[in-house]
């Protein structure tokens, strides 16, 4: 269009400057003949008005349609408002064709005339299509960095929003001031976008087709996770949410700026029709992955130990900063309504919480395991149950990281134990009613049952000293469980048996059992820790294993009074119900009963000798078997004694304890010679005690019990405490023997080594089995008093010099005779023991129900030996095999096949 | 009154088979060759007993089956004592029933398993031919040992016969 055509133009009425005229001015348009009708007869017919309207329209069609076109070119870059103006004067001729064409006699008839807005869109999208889109095409055709997410987002919008301008502004300007602007009435109330009337009509449809055109340009799938990401990347600056690793913390004035460049970007992305519903799945999306960031940052680092629960400052968070970021985000986007109702912030909360919950459910066996230091966490968890679901994931979840982490064979039975207290605790807290502790407990307490060392532990721990073991004595020696010991020390709770379970009637305070508890569940009354641990096994089996670990502690316990003894029954008489502790309480009886029995006794005899040596031994008369009464008495010996110095008469006492063969566990038994003087002694309190007791009698048991020496020699003297009866023996063997002359008495003063002797004499001189001798003189080796002489032979250190002593041979001795005394610790037998000294018996009870009974499998032996053996048989089938196995060896029995065995013909 | 019946009588059973537990315990720490006896099941009031034939008697080599029944009131009755397995003697019947005075008018709570069977067994090779449950064998004894130990054999079982 030159310039002089402008001039034309602008004087004559020229229907267009650019493009050819319009027919109808040259040739009208005479229609169509119809079928039957001669041609040119419709001209002067019925629809007369129709051509002349036709051609009217098409002529303002045509000058508007030119008025209207967008230019051609990309017009991003320059400024919108020069582009018109400038090169399409509004002239008078195009004003009134619009109207014509919009409002007045030219307005489209429905379905069969083109409409000039829809020209219009068609006209918008095509030449965004041509010329705009291409430019925000190249922004998403890659993969979006999330450095770029931001910029990316923020560029699109410019070119989109400059579009629109561009398209809206002949819209605008030309086309709706000239449509009826008049509100229908039944819409008056709607804000003023929503208004219905046929301008407002007008411009959305517009809008909404040109924002279809933007949808479609941009990739609808990459366009929403960046959308996404934009936001919750708003969000953690908001928050100041520690963003990776690399905790990098947001300033202050980059959190208001981030909110503000997130509020700019979503308003603009929702006018160019890129907020809505799209939007907003990509803004909970957002705002999902946001929770969980905010969670794991602020509530998963170290501090797992407050003693508050973290659930408070996270519903502060949830009602004063996240869900008026929603409602923001809400504004932005122009949802209604912006506000959230109350389920929804409810639901907000529940969502936080259960996350919250879940990942802590993770952590709850580090929990758990230091209980007392995680109060806080335990009450989140606490209040995380009370969500549907909760209570099932966190058992599962429990459980499946005790079975992967606890219950494997690199942790101790101690290791166990102790974490099975806390889990006990921790989850009574949990949920009072137990029903949670329950099914978490199962698999531990079925693991526990497996260990042989369990009942050991659990008894010895409850015998243990509490206040000793935080002092660190026991540290982990391995054997204690602290977490029993503790628990022991704990006041008793008044226990109760709940004998009634729902049978009285006249209990106000019953409740039924919780819906989701298993069909054994008990009610309970009141949260006995130990009884959690009491009823691991059947209650015979414990009471057994209790008075093996009893017999043996009370044998070596120092205290007089015996508080944690009595204590621990007592503790155990409630739970367990005292008809079946009789032997216990026999047993604790008895040794009480001998302190008594040993003052009386040495009354008279703390005359003649000094009490300063101290023997403890024990007899015991059964005062309740029917049988020959034959009391155990357990002996040591206590010899004062002096190498060197054969004195006739020695100070020494001795203490016996007195227990009753019939109710104590087996005892140790091993025979040997305790030294004369000793035995003296012993057949004095023999007597006396006859005299006291009456007809009872004692019988020494004198591997038990312990003893005090004094060793004097030549250049020092030393005392010893607490020694095995055997180590006893052994020493005072290297006393002369009368008619052995002993060098070193008159004149050897120089010496350094006395009386010496080897392993064999001694085994004959104390009828010792070779093993106890070699044990006992490794003992006194590695104390320095003996020395290995020669292959086998043990002399006596009369002076310690520097040739003779060798510290090191004296250490490796020492070494080994710990490690043998440890074997030999227990005074109660062995199951091992006890098995090959009972196996007479119990082969007798084999053959002879095979004899009386026919052919039985393994399993059913088993069974009968255990209801028949009086005593109790504490083996298995497997043990049971072995007994058969030596009875085929020698030609009693014989294997059928299977598990079935039978006596040989 | 029921009420208390019961219990007692439940303690006396628990008396019993405490009794009877601890006879069991004697035996198997004391075993007699030739004789052996042990419970039939978990209650302990009924047992089974073999015994071995004496030597230089009719019976030798002989294994014998009995079974024993103990009341309520044991030991202050004699257990019901029965040869389950078939034995030609004077003082057993042909169902086995057996006339031996400690199992009858002489028994005293003294007396244990052990004591019965080995009485039994000592009556094997001398029976009491004064009051005969079975005639013929008490006449035989004395007239005709030969006959006497042939008929023994014939009427004797193995224990794996008698279980078939």
């Not at chain 1, 014509?100 to 918008?124: C, H, M, Q, R, S």
Request: hydrophobic share 40%; glycine share 6%; aromatic share 8%.
């Amino acid at each position: 269009m030159d310039y002089n055509d402008r001039v034309f133009a602008s004087v004559f009425s020229v229907p267009s400057v650019s493009h050819t005229t319009p027919t109808p001015i040259a040739t009208p348009d005479l229609g169509n003949a119809e079928p039957g009708e001669s041609f040119g007869g419709g001209l002067f017919g019925g629809n007369l008005g129709n051509p002349q309207r036709k051609v009217k329209r098409n002529l303002a069609w045509s000058t508007a349609t030119r008025f209207l076109s967008l230019p051609k070119g990309n017009h991003a870059d320059t400024d919108p408002s020069n582009v018109e103006n400038e090169e399409r004067p509004n002239t008078a001729e195009v004003q009134d064709a619009l109207e014509y064409l919009l409002v007045g006699d030219g307005k489209p008839e429905i379905f069969t005339e083109d409409n000039l807005l829809d020209w219009f869109i068609d006209e918008a999208q095509l030449h965004f299509a041509t010329f705009a889109r291409s430019e925000v095409e190249q922004w998403w055709n890659e993969e979006i960095p999330l450095e770029a997410a931001w910029d990316t987002l923020e560029t699109t919008q410019r070119l989109l929003q400059h579009a629109q301008n561009v398209y809206l502004r002949p819209l605008a300007e030309h086309i709706l001031p000239l449509l009826n602007d008049t509100v229908e009435p039944e819409s008056r109330t709607l804000p003023p976008e929503y208004r219905v009337s046929e301008r407002n009509n007008a411009s959305r449809r517009f809008l909404s087709a040109l924002h279809g055109a933007f949808v479609h340009s941009l990739p609808s799938q990459r366009f929403s996770k960046t959308l996404s990401y934009v936001l919750y990347d708003a969000g953690l600056k908001v928050f100041r949410i520690p963003k990776g690793k690399k905790n990098k913390v947001v300033a202050n004035s980059a959190h208001e700026g981030s909110r503000r460049r997130m509020q700019d970007l979503l308003q603009g992305l929702d006018r160019v029709g890129l907020g809505g519903d799209k939007a907003q799945k990509s803004f909970a999306h957002a705002m999902d992955k946001l929770l969980d960031a905010f969670i794991n940052s602020h509530y998963l680092r170290v501090d797992w130990h407050g003693k508050e629960s973290e659930l408070e400052s996270l519903r502060m968070w949830i009602s004063k900063a996240f869900i008026p970021l929603i409602e923001l985000v809400n504004t932005c986007l122009r949802c209604h309504p912006t506000s959230l109702s109350a389920p929804e912030i409810q639901h907000w909360h529940d969502a936080a919480l259960g996350r919250l919950g879940r990942a802590k459910v993770e952590y709850l066996f580090e929990y758990a395991s230091d209980y007392h230091t995680s109060r806080g966490v335990l009450k989140t968890i606490k209040e995380y149950m009370k969500l549907p679901n909760a209570k099932q994931y966190l058992t599962t979840r429990f459980s499946e990281h005790v079975s992967r982490r606890l219950l494997s064979p690199g942790a101790t039975t101690t290791y166990i134990l102790d974490l099975y207290m806390c889990f006990i605790r921790t989850f009574l807290y949990l949920d009072p009613k137990g029903v949670l502790l329950e099914r978490v407990a199962r698999p531990i307490r079925r693991y526990l049952k497996e260990r042989e060392d369990t009942a050991r532990i659990i008894i010895t721990s409850m015998l243990a000293d509490a206040a000793a073991e935080n002092n660190g004595k026991f540290s982990s020696a391995g054997d204690l469980s602290v977490e029993i010991a503790t628990e022991m020390q704990r006041p008793i709770t008044s226990f109760e048996h709940d004998v009634s379970q729902g049978l009285d009637w006249d209990n106000m305070n019953w409740q039924p059992s919780p819906t989701d508890a298993a069909p054994d569940y008990k009610q309970q009354k009141g949260h006995d820790i130990i009884l959690f641990v009491l009823t691991l096994w059947e209650r015979d089996d414990f009471i057994n294993e209790l008075k093996n670990i009893l017999g043996d502690h009370l044998l070596r316990s120092q205290d007089p009074e015996y508080a944690n003894e009595i204590r621990l029954l007592e503790l155990i008489k409630v739970r367990l119900g005292d008809d079946k502790l009789q032997a216990c309480e026999v047993m604790l009886r008895d040794v009480l009963e001998s302190k008594r029995i040993n003052s009386a006794i040495r009354a008279p005899i703390a005359q003649m000798r000094t009490p300063d040596n101290r023997a403890l031994q024990a007899p015991g008369g059964p005062p309740r078997t029917p049988q020959p009464r034959q009391p155990v008495a357990s002996i040591p010996s206590v010899p004062g004694l002096g190498t060197p110095l054969p004195k006739s008469s020695v100070d020494m006492t001795l203490n016996a304890h007195i227990i009753s063969s019939f109710f104590w566990p087996s005892l140790r038994d091993d025979h040997f010679l305790i030294p004369a003087e000793v035995q003296n002694m012993q057949r004095d309190y023999e007597s006396r005690f006859t005299h006291i007791k009456g007809r009872q009698k004692l019988q020494w048991k004198n591997a038990l019990g312990d003893g005090s020496v004094a060793l004097e020699l030549d250049d020092r003297t030393e005392q010893f405490d607490g020694l095995m009866p055997w180590q006893v023996s052994v020493i005072y063997a290297f006393q002369p023997q009368p008619g052995e002359e002993w060098v070193g008495k008159g004149k050897g003063k120089g010496k350094e080594l006395g009386i010496s002797r080897n392993v064999e004499q001694l085994e004959e001189m104390l009828e010792m089995d070779e093993q106890l001798v070699r044990q006992a003189l490794a003992f006194w080796v590695g104390k320095q008093i003996l020395r290995e002489m020669d292959h086998d032979t043990f002399a006596v250190i009369e002076r310690l010099t520097s040739a003779n002593m060798d510290t090191e041979a004296a250490a490796a001795a020492q070494e080994l005779a710990e490690v043998q005394a440890q074997a030999q610790a227990g005074s109660v037998k062995s199951q091992h023991d006890l098995l090959q000294e009972k196996k007479d018996v119990y082969m007798t009870f084999i053959t002879s129900m095979l004899t009386n009974q026919g052919n039985l499998p393994v399993q059913r032996i088993a069974m009968m030996m255990k209801i028949m053996v009086a005593g109790g048989f504490p083996f298995g089938p497997e043990e049971v095999t072995i007994l058969l196995e030596e009875l085929e060896n020698e030609g009693k029995v014989i294997g059928i096949g299977g598990d079935i065995w039978g006596i040989k013909k | 009154m029921a009420l208390s019946a019961g219990t007692r009588s439940n303690g006396g059973s628990a008396n019993v088979a405490q009794r009877l537990q601890k006879e069991l315990m004697d035996i198997m720490t004391h075993p007699t060759p030739g004789i052996s006896a042990f419970p039939v099941d978990e209650n302990m009031t009924s047992w089974a007993a073999t015994i071995d034939g004496p030597a230089d008697t009719p019976y030798a080599g002989l294994t014998f089956k009995l079974s024993m029944e103990f009341a309520t009131t044991y030991p202050y009755t004699a257990p019901t004592v029965l040869f389950k397995t078939p034995i030609y003697h004077p003082n057993v019947d042909f169902s086995g029933r057996i006339c031996l005075d400690i199992l009858k008018e002489k028994w005293a709570a003294t007396m244990s398993v052990s004591s019965v069977l080995l009485s039994l067994q000592s009556l094997l090779g001398e029976p009491n031919n004064s009051s005969p449950l079975n005639g013929q064998a008490a006449e035989l004894w004395d007239k005709d040992m030969v006959e006497y130990k042939r008929l023994v054999i014939a009427r004797h079982k193995n224990p794996e016969e008698l279980e078939t």
